[in-house]
């Protein structure tokens, strides 16, 4: 078990970072939320594979969540959190204070208005300019080579590849796919909020996504038609209610009728109070 420090200032993280740097060593940053799961785990192996020294933070960013969104309730346990990074061999776990992310008077925010204003963004008004900006910060003070997110959040991916580009972070951006149970639901640290009913119905958003491949294997390309299918099979469950479901171009998350090139297929669903969110990507054959 290799030897891990916990940082809470943000100096201490920025002194750390440039003298690791300094000494020719290449850095790596997994941001996280905590509560932390396989899923983080799985992109935390990227990061050590990729890099000499891993950085995970633990932020519970108050921005990114809406006044009417779980802030509050977000399961947080950092002690818990500490042991199982300990026991993954990182180098730092950084816990940015609250008040030092954001200082009474904070002014600055990073907004990507264009691809924030579809699926998640539509409906979690200001999440992704919440996002961004935390991820624009902990970027400036670890200064990282590489930074890892989840296939998971596949709208928050492609933001933050694209955030990258047009503010030439010149950080590199590597990716890890969603993290499953056996069931085929996708890993979150939200889905302890479910009632054992709606955890047995939960898997119904992956089987949804699986059936829209199928059909696309078989030859279908009309959207409707696939969203319209993917609906029916969600709605069979009592406890789920759909947020969206959309099938768009993975480059632009444009909307599209027709399927061609590499598209996205997002779905949000409600279990009671809880918002869950799955997505696959799939490269359509010509035909
Ligand atoms: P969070 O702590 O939920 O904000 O997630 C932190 C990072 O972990 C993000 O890059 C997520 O996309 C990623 N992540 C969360 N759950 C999963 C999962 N089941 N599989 C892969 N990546 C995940």
Not at 54 to 79: K, M, T
Not at 166 to 189: F, H, M, Q, W, Y
Request: charged residues 30%; hydrophobic residues 40%.
């Amino acid at each position: 078990m290799s030897y891990m420090r916990i940082i809470e200032r943000i100096k201490e993280m920025e002194d750390i970072s440039r003298k690791v740097k300094n000494k020719g060593k290449k850095v790596g940053l997994v941001p996280t939320m905590g509560a932390l799961h396989e899923g983080h785990f799985r992109l935390i192996d990227v990061a050590k594979k990729h890099t000499d020294f891993v950085v995970v933070s633990i932020f519970v960013n108050p921005l990114q969540f809406g006044v009417s969104e779980d802030l509050r309730a977000y399961p947080r346990d950092v002690h818990n959190d500490a042991k199982l990074l300990k026991k993954k061999g990182i180098d730092i776990l950084f816990a940015p204070l609250g008040n030092e992310m954001y200082p009474e008077g904070y002014d600055a925010y990073v907004e990507l208005p264009m691809l924030s204003s579809v699926l998640c963004g539509a409906r979690r008004p200001g999440h992704f300019k919440g996002v961004c900006t935390v991820v624009c910060k902990l970027f400036n003070i670890v200064i990282p080579d590489i930074a890892v997110f989840g296939e998971k959040d596949a709208q928050q991916l492609i933001i933050i590849k694209k955030m990258v580009k047009d503010l030439n972070l010149g950080i590199k951006i590597l990716t890890a796919p969603t993290t499953r149970e056996s069931d085929g639901v996708a890993i979150s640290s939200r889905n302890i909020y479910l009632s054992s009913q709606e955890r047995r119905d939960a898997p119904v958003i992956y089987q949804s996504l699986i059936l829209a491949k199928k059909l696309i294997e078989k030859g279908e390309r009309d959207t409707k038609k696939i969203k319209e299918k993917m609906r029916v099979i969600i709605s069979s469950k009592l406890t789920a209610r759909v947020d969206y479901m959309d099938i768009v171009k993975k480059k632009d998350l444009k909307q599209i009728s027709f399927l061609e090139s590499e598209v996205l297929i997002a779905v949000a669903v409600w279990f009671g109070k809880t918002r869950l969110i799955d997505n696959i990507t799939l490269q359509i054959p010509e035909i």
